[in-house]
């Protein structure tokens, strides 16, 4: 059985919630692992560039390079733990470099994910299966009914 075949569990609105004490201290781990790893990875990069630039100092740089892809092996296994985490609670990680977390919930009767950031005191938002942050919708314009802009402007 593939893991989309597998059944998976729909929270509510107040279970998503319950969860977020927990999920916002493993978002922030999560968006700071992450932005070592993208660091990590830019400084190899150049490190690269550099000894393709300089052959005569093949040995320096190989040093370089070792020491930068052992660290960047163990931020990205940390990093990887960090999404095993949340996904043991059943949850998604949308946006890593922001810490966007998606909960699979039950929409106007179909699957969707219901949407939240850091900095936001709750879940709030709603996103259809599939897409991303940029399609958030509120949950507040839903439940009473309106037609709110979707919350393209939210970029912080």
Known sequence: ?????????????????????????????????????????????????????????????????????????????????????LADLGLEIVDPARGGIAFPALIEGREARLSWLPGEDEVGWWHETGEGLNARRSLLAESAGGDEPKSGDWQS
């Not at 992450?34 to 740089?61: C, F, G, N, P, Q």
């Open 1 to 85: 059985m593939t893991e989309s075949e597998l059944p998976r569990k729909l929270l509510s609105i107040e279970q998503a919630n319950a969860r977020l004490p927990l999920v916002r201290k493993i978002a922030a781990d999560l968006v700071t692992q992450h932005e070592l790893v993208t660091s990590l990875k830019e400084r190899l990069s150049r490190i690269r560039r550099r000894k393709k630039s300089d052959r005569k100092s093949d040995a320096l740089y190989d040093d370089e390079l070792e020491q930068f892809e052992g660290e960047l092996e163990t931020a990205k296994a940390r990093l990887d733990a960090f999404v095993g985490e």
